[in-house]
Each structure stands twice: as structure tokens, then as C-alpha cells.
């Protein structure tokens, strides 16, 4: 018959129960905010990318017509830029962010999308993707 009050009987379980449950799950809630800090640090950097290729005005057809379009290629150039000046300092570079695209929704609105790659502290787990996207619009007034 066994004694309801012997020393060290749950040990075992419960050390078996951290081990695959609870350890895996703050494993898991680190990731999480790991990832979410990536997010909103990529959201920033691909917002001033977008912001910069918004600037970029077609200033020969603006002077002439006073006609308001973004420069694409002039755009693009300032978005990685910005993009990558933004990376570097919040500290994303070790997420491989890149800035995917920048292209144009109308003549005045331009689009951009970026993406970063979360490695995982979970042994081979393959890495989390971060994408976010994001739009501006040119702002210019003609004096």
C-alpha cells in the first residue's frame, strides 16, 4: 500500500513537464517578441524608404508643366538609402532585411515592401519571415 505522503514523488514529473512543456513555450514567447521587435523596427526603416521615394519628384516636368509625378529612378535610389542607413541603425543588419520593392501605384504614390528572416532559438527550426509593406505620396506645392 502506498503512502500518500512520500517525499519526491512529483519530482520526475515535473521536471518532465518543464522539459517539453514549459521550456519549449518560453522558448517559443521569446521568438515571438524577437520577431515582433524585427516587425516594428522593418516598418520603420521600409516607412522612411517609402517616405524618401515619395520626395523624389520629376522636377524638369514640374518646372515646366507644373505636372506633380514621382521620379521612380531617382526614388529607388533614395529608398535603399534610407532603407539601409534605417537598418543599420536599429540594429537589423543581422536579419538580412532587404527592401524588396518600390514601385509606383499611381503617379504620385509610391509603394514599398521589405522583408527580414528571424532566425529561431528552436534547434532546426527553420527562420521566421517578416515582411511588412507601406505607402507614401508625394507632397510638393508649386510657389
Not at 32 to 51: I, K, N, P
Not at 61 to 68: D, E, H, N, V
Not at 69 to 92: P, V, Y
Request: aromatic content about 6%.
Amino acid at each position: 500500500m502506498r503512502s500518500q505522503s512520500q517525499p519526491g514523488q512529483v519530482m520526475p514529473y515535473t521536471a518532465i513537464f518543464l522539459a517539453l512543456v514549459v521550456v519549449p513555450l518560453m522558448i517559443l514567447c521569446v521568438d515571438v517578441v524577437r520577431a515582433l521587435y524585427v516587425r516594428m523596427h522593418l516598418q520603420a526603416a521600409a516607412d522612411a524608404a517609402c517616405e524618401a521615394a515619395a520626395q523624389a519628384l520629376d522636377e524638369p516636368a514640374f518646372i515646366q508643366s507644373g505636372l506633380k509625378r514621382i521620379d521612380l529612378g531617382k526614388g529607388a535610389g533614395w529608398a535603399a538609402q534610407h532603407f539601409s542607413a534605417t537598418c543599420s541603425e536599429k540594429g537589423l543588419v543581422r536579419y538580412a532585411p532587404s527592401l524588396t520593392s518600390v514601385s509606383l501605384r499611381s503617379p504620385t504614390i509610391v509603394f514599398c515592401a521589405a522583408r527580414a528572416e528571424v532566425e529561431l532559438l528552436i534547434p532546426v527550426s527553420p527562420a521566421l519571415p517578416v515582411s511588412v509593406r507601406t505607402v507614401s505620396e508625394l507632397r510638393v506645392e508649386k510657389h
